[in-house]
């Protein structure tokens, strides 16, 4: 029996009763697209969620089974014709079986340490970097995969994933304000993730440069902490909740035109702080005016206008869309306005671009063997492109399309948009 209510708002039978069951979201789901099996779509897993939730049916190691399998992608979104919230829930459905639901004691102890330990503390974030980069510089990484001891463990295909681990980390630039080029025209925070720190360092500083360019002022808040993305995908909500309180305390200090981020998971949780804090907590209305000024860096820089000088870039560019920008945050041209602006890129549409890669954060990695399903069929299209680089605009992306270049050998390299700016300014 549950010992607890799940903290924060939970939906109510309407939210679960706006879907018709008309099936226009059958052909957006990835799952489905792969299966073709009724409880792996949007509308199976919702009269699944609904039955547990609204009807106190009990969770079994089926429905469990059949909501970890969603990438929490949110395309059913953009397809449904009624509006219905999936990702609302699915995160409330995933929330109900962390608190219900008994896992193995290894997988207790996991999502533990990662998400009330690791996310959270930066310093426990180098340090685990650091110890990954160890692995990765000293030898040890090949000798591994050479002798196929991580094939034995079957840990070859999770590893393939791991990022490659920065020289230096962009954490050494919290609490740093850089000051805009030329006329100041926008004052901004840059949120700068947490995992992102210790892998994408480049990709981070690539970010300021651009603000900087075309006149932002960039604060980078010290004590800024992970999103709470990952927690709150994940049914963790305790944990999402507290990361949340501290990022609001940071960057709810002073006034900015805009809180910039370059990572589309964690810009779609901020976007949504509020949906953490029922109406009535004390969090609620500095969360909602948070979640009001949060910025995806092309969303802003769309708006905007570039006034920096862009260089020509003679290259074939294809795009593929964040889920999370393009679903959750209903970005889709902000992006594509960006690449077109670079002089000489040659831009070609990424069939089916608004099917997940397989990344959805840590889904790669809790389900590997369907990740790998569709980022095979994903580099398919982008080698149908012949494309020289694929674009995207968020981190996890980056990871998965990078490892796919290399597992189906593309020969493609995989920029953030951000990046191909930064690259056209310095060209």
Known sequence: MPTSPIPGPAPVYEDYARCVHCGLCLNACPTYRLWS?????????????????????????????????????????????????YGKLVEDARARIERDHERSWLARTTRNFVFHHLLPDPHRITDFARVIRLY???????????????????????????????DRFFYSRFGWTYPAAGP?????AFFAGCVANVTFSQLNEATVRVLTANGCEVVVPAGQRCCGALAA??????????????????FLREDFDAIIT???????????????FSPHEEEFAPARSFSENVRDITEFLATLGLTAKLNPLPLRVTYQDSCHLLHGQ??????????????????????????????????NVTQTETSLELLAEKMHHAQSTRAQIIATANPGCL?????????????????????????????
């Open 399 to 427: 990871l998965q399309l990078r490892a796919g270049a290399a597992l189906h050998r593309t020969n493609q390299e995989v920029l953030h948009v951000v990046e191909l700016l930064d690259r056209s300014m310095r060209a």
């Open 262 to 276: 370059n990572a589309a998971g964690c810009g779609s949780t901020l976007k949504e702080y509020d949906h953490l």
């Open 330 to 363: 209903k970005i889709r041209e902000a992006p594509r306005t960006l690449l077109r602006a670079i002089p000489n890129l040659d831009f070609v549409e990424l069939p089916y671009s608004e099917i997940c890669c397989g990344s959805a954060g840590i889904y």
């Open 184 to 188: 100041r025209r926008a004052r901004v």
């Open 136 to 166: 990765q510089r000293s030898g040890l990484q090949a000798i591994a995969r050479g002798i196929g001891v991580l094939k034995l463990l079957g840990l070859a295909e999770r590893e393939a994933l791991l990022p490659r681990i920065d």
């Open 37 to 85: 099996l009724e409880a792996d779509s949007p509308r199976g897993r919702i009269r699944q969620m609904m039955n547990v939730s609204q009807n106190g049916t009990p969770i079994t190691d089926s429905f469990v089974d059949h909501i970890d399998k969603c990438l929490d992608c949110r395309a059913c979104e953009t397809a449904c014709p009624s509006g219905v919230e």
């Open 233 to 250: 995908h994940s049914g963790v909500r305790d944990a999402a909740r507290d990361l949340a309180r501290k990022n609001l305390a940071i």
